[in-house]
DNA sequence: GTCTATAATCTGATAGAC
DNA sequence: GTCTATCAGATTATAGAC
């Protein structure tokens, strides 16, 4: 049931929702004019403006969009007490989440500068409540002994860097299907941040 | 002994550089024109054209003038025999060297669809090499059997990947003293690749 | 809701004076 | 080597016809 952002209603709205994605991602949105979202679309640039007050608005739309549905499937998992399989939940939804919505990660990481100051606010605070998602999985690991990480604060960034980092180099053809790639970060992942104690994970 | 890139030497040549650099950087390269560049430097817009023939040269040799001093920087570094103080050797200078130059870091890893395909081609060859230095030393501790890494392309770029990252929320003034981020990502990366075996790291 | 036309401004790059 | 002036075209956004 995905929800429609903003005033996007309708057919065309949602047209140009993709097209600004898929341009915004592929030149950047400080590269890519009105008037090429709305020959993407197939309508005059003039048009767009039922449909959006301006061209800061259909970024912004665009990202935090992306950031409320990362937010809203991550609220829809289950997710175990165990911190080792908690942990191991949280990379798989990552990875797979992400990995399907590569134009809006793009986007949702090299366009920050491109926001209004207060529309950056919001975004920042939306990516900043997944962080404290992972954080307090590695919290309750490292109370229970489980994990051994110093700096739960460094762990999750460390984790979330390289998780996302899979969305520009894998390809569907490559050489590693998507749950081998899967099954390797899962391994270094809990690797990294396993305790001395006995080999619980 | 730093060398002059291109053609600027002289006294506005490396200002017209450091003023994009900044520029660059912050807005982002389709964002920025030359009349700010220009503004930045002191000096009215044509001038600029005395020191590159145009607006993408001024990116590309960023790009290339960053990667060139990184795999220079690298060369001049000793590494050891051993794996692990090789790994160990490659996450320190990773680090140090990348903190310094968090503008250039962003621009080379932001601005890679602004450049024209031919010099996107040239860039990407110098990053790939950079790559290929720590792959193979992952593939010589797999070898020797003190890292357990089933991929070493894999490993390389999660290790590149959460190192560079750091770039992006460091601050000099903040909780952390460079040292101490250091010490906590060595301790991650050789954790994640260590081997079953004995302890050795 | 889409069109055409246009306002007002900015863009990269060049020419020629000094 | 820097300036001023300028070219030719693109930019966001708006106004009003249909």
Redesign the pocket.
Known sequence: MARTQGSFS???GPRIQDAALKLFARHGYAA?????I?GEV??????L???T????SLLFDLMRGHMDQLLAALEREDVPDDPCAALRHFVRFHIRFHLVRRDAVFIAYMELRNLSPENFDVVEGLRRTYEDHLEAILQRGAAAGVFDVPDTKVATLAVIAMLTEITTWYRADGRLTQDEVEAQYLALVCRMLRGAGPDAM
């Open positions: 309708g057919v065309t890519v004019s009105m008037r090429q709305a197939g309508v005059q640039a003039g048009a403006y039922n449909y007050p301006d061209k800061q």
